[in-house]
């Protein structure tokens, strides 16, 4: 069976206001990145292959893990972020709302703008829904076909939308998929048959160890 296994890139630079600023990992990214490799290394975890964004933050977490350890780095732009800053903005123009600053916000507005977005009601935007949705569901089939055991390193967006279709959510579930993943957690995806089944979910083992649990981010 074909398991691939996904990680949320590091803590990035949370204070930025757009996509450039915040596609760098913070100092306790870089920590979190090297204590999940460590970990991985530890426990015996192997991978036949080994994928990543192109974006900064997900080369680096990729860097930190010393992911190339377990086989060679792929690069795939398909596994790059929905554009979050952009989208904001857009659906700010459309509805006057604004950006949100708190997490109490960030939680109600993530499921309006995500609803507004498969709806096709924000202009401008780099990247329709159908079309992130589409090319998550290539680059997943595709890494399934070629490896027996893939490690991928990508971005909570993402990994939400791998899981909406595995489970086939809603927007809400998928929004509240993505607002619960964390900083450096572990999701797998095992091909059972003809399908993928979500057999791990948000697994942050690396960081439950004693005196890391302030490295428990969600941004």
Request: net charge negative.
């Amino acid at each position: 069976m074909a398991q691939i296994t996904l990680v949320r890139h590091g803590q990035a630079n949370s204070a930025s206001t757009d996509e450039q600023g915040y596609d760098k990992l913070s100092p306790l990214g870089h920590e979190q990145a090297a204590w999940l490799g460590d970990h991985m290394r530890a426990t015996h975890q192997v991978f036949d292959s080994v994928y990543c964004g192109t974006l900064r933050r997900h080369v680096e977490t990729a860097h930190g893990m010393k992911a190339q350890g377990f086989a060679p780095v792929i690069k795939d732009a398909r596994l790059n972020e929905l554009a979050y800053f952009d989208l904001s903005k857009a659906y700010a123009a459309m509805s006057g709302t604004a950006i949100p600053t708190t997490s109490e916000e960030f939680a109600k507005h993530m499921p309006r703008l995500l609803n507004a977005w498969k709806e096709d009601r924000l202009n401008g935007v780099p990247e329709s829904f159908a079309c992130f949705e589409d090319r998550v569901n290539a680059a997943l089939d595709d890494i399934a076909a070629r490896s027996d055991r893939a490690l991928v390193v990508t971005s909570g967006g993402l990994i939400g939308m791998v899981t909406r279709q595995v489970l086939g959510l809603d927007i809400e579930g998928y929004a509240h998929m993505c607002l619960a993943i964390m900083n450096t957690s572990t999701h797998r995806i095992t091909r059972i048959g003809n399908s993928l089944a979500l057999t791990q979910f948000n697994n942050i083992a690396h960081l439950e160890e004693t005196g890391r649990h302030h490295a428990q981010t969600h941004i």
